[in-house]
């Protein structure tokens, strides 16, 4: 809890010096300091947990799949939204969680021997998404412009995600003459990540 408690405080005084040292330079004024700490408060605890998923990415020899983790959780996520947790700490371990989680899935498919169920997996995150994106957070109001912008984008992005996810898969299949390839592999994980998605944007 004191160690929790401790990396919670050096975040919130390292986006305090920051803060400071913009207003010192006027790139700031002195009512945006705050808001400014809180964003770089986001911005230190969102690379703390890019950080910590890579470094288990490499201990677990799983860094390609870290890698497409940290960019599909970015990228689709900023427009989707969804679950966060209520502090810097949680966020970082539910991060965490959520791709250790991912990895004890894809090990899980690889048991699955029908490959329509993957595709199912994969279109059914996809119609959440649809559905239910852009979820707003009570730190972080949308406008009616801004929701209809992010539901198109993150429509688009899943989109795109399948489509990047059938083309591995063929092209894994084609190398592969007849084996299972990485390129597979990849193309599971991908299908998984945005039903993670979906279903966190449910919770």
Known sequence: MYKVKGI?????????????????KDAITEEEKEVCAYGMELIISGIISVALV?????????????????????????????????????????????????MALLKAQTYIK???????VALAGYLI????????????????????????????????????????????VVISDGEYHILCSISSYINIMLLIIGLLLLL
């Open 8 to 24: 919670m405080y050096m975040i919130h005084s390292v986006a305090l010096i920051i803060a400071d040292f913009l207003f010192s």
């Open 54 to 102: 890579l470094i288990i990415g490499l201990i677990t020899c799983n860094i390609w799949y870290a890698v497409i983790y940290n960019m599909m959780m970015i990228l689709i996520r900023t427009y989707t939204g969804g679950y966060h947790a209520d502090t810097h700490a949680g966020c970082n371990v539910c991060y965490c969680a959520t791709f250790i989680i991912s």
């Open 114 to 120: 029908s490959n329509v169920a993957i595709w199912l």
């Open 129 to 172: 998404i649809v559905l239910n994106a852009p979820l707003e957070h009570h730190n972080k109001k949308l406008t009616i412009k801004q929701k209809h912008d992010y539901m198109i984008i993150s429509s688009m992005l899943g989109i795109a995600s399948l489509l990047i996810s059938f083309g591995l898969n063929i092209m894994g």
